[in-house]
């Protein structure tokens, strides 16, 4: 399962996941997972909140911003 997740992060982000350091390994899996649950959910943040536990009150528009999932970025997404 591991190695999925992996390949699969690796493969959409275009990095190497395991010659990083965790810190940027873990950025990299939140934004390859916030943008397939924006893709899943056609843009729909409050439904993307609830579904990955966070606060739909500002600390997911935080969360998405921090990573580079700005509200342009999300509208070509879907």
Do not use: C, W
């Not at 810190?23 to 893709?39: G, K, Q």
């Amino acid at each position: 399962m591991l190695t999925n997740i992996v390949d699969d992060v690796e493969k959409a982000r275009g990095v190497e996941i395991l010659d990083m350091t965790l810190r940027d390994a873990r950025r990299e899996f939140e934004a390859h997972y916030f943008s397939r649950l924006l893709l899943i959910h056609q843009g729909n943040v409050a439904k993307v909140a609830e579904i990955s536990g966070i606060s739909v009150s500002g600390a997911i528009y935080r969360k998405l911003t921090d990573l580079g999932l700005t509200p342009e970025v999300r509208r070509k997404s879907i």
